[in-house]
């Protein structure tokens, strides 16, 4: 999805995927492509880097987010950052204000458990250049976005589904990802649900995939819990043993 939170990546943790947008359900001519990655620093710092790739041109721009406040209680995840940090798209992109430099915000993000629905999570936050717009609700938020997700857990998808829906300043956009447990991510979104009646614009598709190795650092982080556990059950043997053959 388009906006963002007030969560940052843990600290030694990277997504890393590609995705790509389309127009026009009929010929689906292709927007753009893009080669994604984004790391976390120390449980504070989000660091994104991404390659865009549009008309036999490459450009490199970079994103980076603080974490000022982490949720407890009542308390939400507070973040500031700036976005699209690099390489000026200039034209040739159906949308090319998603690419708008240097486009500074702060963001909100809160995990609500409500009745039947349980958990789920609320984003509001707000910027300048990329989420502003001059038509449509864009004039009303005036750079303001907002969005929720929810995740779900179902039998048959072997890993965790995650459904959302945000308004990015400029237009609606929903999407779904699925996360195995191996942790492959694949993605379908929509943007700009509201186009078509605002401006004539056709609905923008996105797919992608992409792969966090959070699952992997878990195993990991589990496997060394259980030696160190094992390793103190066989020193207390031995030292039983010892005190047994006195």
């Known amino acids: 999805m388009d906006i963002p939170t007030g969560k940052v990546i843990e600290h030694g943790i990277f ?34 880097l991404t390659s865009v790739r549009h008309n036999q041109q490459s450009f490199l721009l970079g994103n980076l987010k603080v974490l000022l406040l982490r949720e407890a209680g009542i308390a939400p995840n507070i973040a500031v950052g700036l976005e699209n940090i690099g390489d000026s798209i200039e034209s040739g992109l159906n949308d090319i204000e998603r690419y708008e430099r240097k486009s500074a915000f702060v963001a909100i993000s809160k995990q609500f458990s409500l009745p039947s629905i349980h958990h789920i999570t609320g984003h509001i936050g707000i910027g300048n250049n990329r989420f502003v717009e001059e038509i449509g609700m864009s004039k009303v938020l005036n ?104």
């Open 15 to 48: 997504n890393l995927g590609t995705y790509f947008g389309f127009r026009n359900a009929g010929e689906l001519p292709r927007d753009e492509a893009a080669l994604q990655l984004d790391f976390g620093l120390f449980d504070r710092v989000e660091i994104g």
């Open 143 to 246: 750079g303001a976005f907002l969005g929720i997700s929810k995740d779900f857990h179902p039998a048959f998808a072997r890993g965790s589904l995650t459904f959302s829906v945000e308004v990015d300043g400029r237009g609606v956009n929903t999407g779904l990802r699925h996360t195995a447990a191996s942790g492959l991510q694949v993605y379908i979104a929509a943007e700009a649900l509201n186009a078509p009646a605002i401006d004539g614009k056709e609905i923008r598709y996105l797919a992608g995939v992409s792969w966090t190795n959070r699952a992997l650092m878990k195993q990991i982080e589990e496997a060394k819990r259980l030696a160190k556990q094992a390793g103190r059950l066989a020193s207390q043997a031995k030292k039983t043993t010892k005190e047994n053959n006195k």
